[in-house]
């Protein structure tokens, strides 16, 4: 399940355009993530974001081949929550293709950094870890056993509260029964 658009500020988000092959494409987004200036890689980033939420079959595979780890050290960009949440949902959809591709976002320690983000003061940005972890624990009783270790109730309980957005709400109920999956 791909997560509902939340509203952040707005996106410099060039679309993509039709005339060059879906290759040329990752191959000039790829180069733009791996640029020094943030305004493209966020420009990048959101792109890729796009073209995983977007396609009826997302080439997941080969964003993987692309860039994962560049999108993992996004997500520790505590300056630029814009650019955490476009990786995030990136991963976000990694972690929901097959379990190949969730074992690739563990692989690449993106639990424990999810887990993190959830006490993060951007509500996208923890809104979209939800998602995430949810992905991840609903993929298997071993993901959702990683998913657990990494210590995800207690700030996930917090953010649950009267003064919680309307969307992280869902997102948490959502999420809370692949955290038990096979469990009980």
């Keep these: 399940m791909f ?32 640029s020094e200036e943030s305004a493209l890689q966020l420009e990048a980033t959101s792109q890729f974001m796009k073209l995983l939420s977007n396609e009826r079959s997302p080439p997941i595979e080969e964003v993987i081949q692309s860039g994962v780890p560049r999108f993992v050290e996004f997500l520790m960009r505590k300056y630029f929550p814009q650019l955490q949440f476009v990786a995030a949902w990136a991963l976000t959809n ?22 993190k983000l959830l006490s993060y003061p951007s509500d996208d940005v923890h809104e979209q870890a939800v998602w995430a972890l949810g992905n991840v624990a609903g993929d298997s009783p071993k993901c959702c056993d990683i998913v657990l270790g990494n210590g995800v109730l207690d700030p996930l309980f917090l953010q649950s509260n009267e003064h919680a957005k309307l969307s992280m709400l869902r997102n948490s109920s959502w999420a809370l029964p692949n955290f038990f999956r096979g469990k009980i």
């Design 94 to 115: 990694f972690s929901y293709g097959t379990s190949e591709n969730t074992n690739v976002v563990i692989d690449h320690g993106v639990v424990p950094i999810f887990a």
């Design 3 to 34: 997560p509902p658009f939340f509203q952040f500020s707005p996106l410099p988000v060039t679309p993509l355009t039709i005339d060059l092959p879906l290759l040329e494409h990752l191959q000039s987004m790829v180069a733009r993530v791996w």
